[in-house]
């Protein structure tokens, strides 16, 4: 499904790397574990990074009940930003270098998610993090779970870019005599490492953890 862009959401500089499909919005945030906020109160602007997933068309986080930034999306609009690095683009010339990227922006305000409908969405940030994990950890408390604020945002005023591919160097650069093309980048899982204080075997999605 296509979003059609607002004057905010419309991207002019380079538009051929903008994509406002609601598949693209959904597979860079699906692969985000942080997400950037940015948000203004009478200090200030502030950018803060937090935990985020995603439910169908809501990008969510939580918090603590007394955090500033939360109190303040409850009042105000604000914009939320993820972005993935795939590569370093190296052209011939200084002001041709780029770099591979998967980015989103969404803009709008923040509702607080309450009740059993809170509880779901917690239990889904975990199965993010670890598919299957739930089932095996304590339960949160109703103390614990009061403490906190689960807040979504919808995906309806939001804007993709991409940049994937080598260097686009003028016609003049071509034959300037230095190496050209792309220095890939990706985030790489490393090996579990178990508290010492745990006896347990490794369940399956840590043991799988590598082919992640």
Known sequence: MNTPPTDRTRIRRIATNAHYDSATLHAIIDDAYLCHIAFSDARGAHCIPTACWREADHLYIHGSNGSRMLKRLMEDECCVTITHLDGLVLARSAFSHSMNYRSAMIYGRFEVVEGD????????????????????????????????????????????????????????????????????????????????????????????????
């Open 117 to 212: 409908d809170a509880r779901h969405a917690m239990e889904a940030f975990m199965e993010k993090l670890a598919p299957g994990r739930q089932a095996e950890i304590r339960p949160g408390s109703d103390k614990e779970y009061a403490a906190t604020t689960v807040m979504r945002i919808p995906l309806t005023e939001a804007a993709c870019k991409i940049r994937s591919g080598g260097p686009n160097d003028d016609e003049e650069d071509l034959s300037w005599p230095a190496w050209a093309g792309v220095l890939p980048w990706a985030r790489t899982p490393i090996a579990p490492q178990a508290d010492p204080a745990c006896t347990l075997p490794a369940p399956a999605y840590v043991r799988d953890w590598l082919r992640r």
